[in-house]
T-cell receptor
Framework: NAGVTQTPKFQVLKTGQSMTLQCAQD?????MYWYRQDPGMGLRLIYY???????DKGEVPNGYNVSRLNKREFSLRLESAAPSQTSVYFC???????????FGSGTQLSVL | GESVGLHLPTLSVQEGDNSIINCAYS??????FIWYKQESGKGPQFIID?????DKRQGQRVTVLLNKTVKHLSLQIAATQPGDSAVYFC????????????FGAGTRLAVHP
């Protein structure tokens, strides 16, 4: 009964390095989301995928790309990491009829 | 992780007391509101929701109150327990679709024995 699984849990990057954050859900949800959470601020939407095969920008998409690999998996890529991207990243999924977002446990990313 | 809790307002209560956590929302057109609980090192967890056509909704030990006149939302936790210690934040849905959710920064609830 895993729900939403994110990897890795922690990552340290140097400025300019690239990496991909992985997210997978086993609840057969159509919609998936990537958020970032910064100290003293609410969650902010980076990108979302309303259904398999579609992706759209959220509130803070600059510096990120996403791939909805299949219905289960939605990855977030940082092509050239910057210190401003130091944050905790959460993946979430939802089945519209349920109206409850399920979140993963997060990836804590530090960019030096 | 723990770092996201920095700079948040903190509510300290004694175990067994009732807790009230408040949230001011921004858009009078928002029609759906949600409360989340986030424990240290974990992702947010759904607690309770309410639609704008309601003033009050009750769950197990939790009640959400909505005052649309002053754009205010509150979460009441009855008989607070140590396991309730967490950051609580509200979210408003401004125009339908979860891509339009606006999240508050949250309040840290500290429960003391």
């Amino acid at each position: 009964n895993a729900g939403v699984t994110q990897t890795p849990k922690f990552q340290v990057l140097k400025t300019g390095q690239s990496m991909t954050l992985q997210c997978a859900q086993d609840m057969n949800h159509n919609s998936m989301y990537w958020y970032r959470q910064d100290p003293g601020m609410g969650l902010r939407l980076i990108y979302y995928s309303a259904s398999e095969g579609t992706t759209d920008k959220g509130e803070v998409p600059n510096g990120y790309n996403v791939s909805r690999l299949n219905k289960r998996e939605f990855s977030l890529r940082l092509e050239s990491a910057a210190p401003s991207q130091t944050s905790v990243y959460f993946c979430a999924s939802i089945e519209a009829a349920d109206e409850k977002l399920f979140f993963g446990s997060g990836t804590q990313l530090s960019v030096l | 992780g723990e770092s996201v809790g920095l700079h948040l307002p903190t509510l300290s209560v004694q175990e067994g007391d009732n807790s009230i956590i408040n949230c001011a929302y921004s858009n009078s057109a928002s029609d759906y509101f949600i409360w989340y609980k986030q424990e240290s090192g974990k992702g947010p967890q759904f607690i309770i929701d309410i639609r704008s056509n309601m003033d009050k909704r009750q769950g197990q030990r939790v009640t959400v109150l909505l005052n649309k006149t002053v754009k205010h939302l509150s979460l009441q936790i009855a008989a607070t327990q140590p396991g309730d210690s967490a950051v609580y934040f509200c979210a408003e849905n401004q125009s339908g679709g979860y891509n339009k959710l606006i999240f508050g920064a949250g309040t840290r609830l500290a429960v003391h024995p």
